[in-house]
């Protein structure tokens, strides 16, 4: 692990269903501090590996509102808020299994 690199734990609501999958990844700051890279999916319950491909997030504001968007395409999602979330967290210091 280096500075800036850690884990982070979230749950994923699954589409149109009241189920969630339990996921940890780890994350990176990027060396200008402007966003994170998010990587090695696993499923928290089983550490198996989850097939989602490494991706980039940061945080904006837009109003009085902030919001974890995707760098590429500059929308949120159930996931980026999710990662954003648990980022957050991890930062508080309320999820420290780095």
């Known amino acids: ?11 994923l609501p699954l589409d149109d269903s009241a189920l969630s999958a339990n996921i ?5 700051i990027s ?7 998010v990587h090695s999916f696993r499923n ?6 989850v097939h989602l491909e490494s991706l980039s997030v940061k945080k904006i504001t837009r109003g009085n ?10 929308l949120p999602s159930a ?14 210091g309320n999820n420290m299994d780095a």
């Open 79 to 92: 996931l980026s808020m999710a990662i954003g979330s648990s980022i957050e967290a991890v930062m508080a």
């Open 65 to 74: 509102k902030s919001y974890w968007i995707h760098t590429d395409s500059e």
């Open 24 to 28: 940890s990844a780890r994350a990176e």
């Open 1 to 11: 692990m280096t500075p800036g690199d850690f884990t982070i734990r979230f749950s």
């Open 44 to 49: 928290s319950n089983t550490n198996n590996p």
């Open 31 to 37: 060396p200008c501090r402007s966003f994170y890279l």
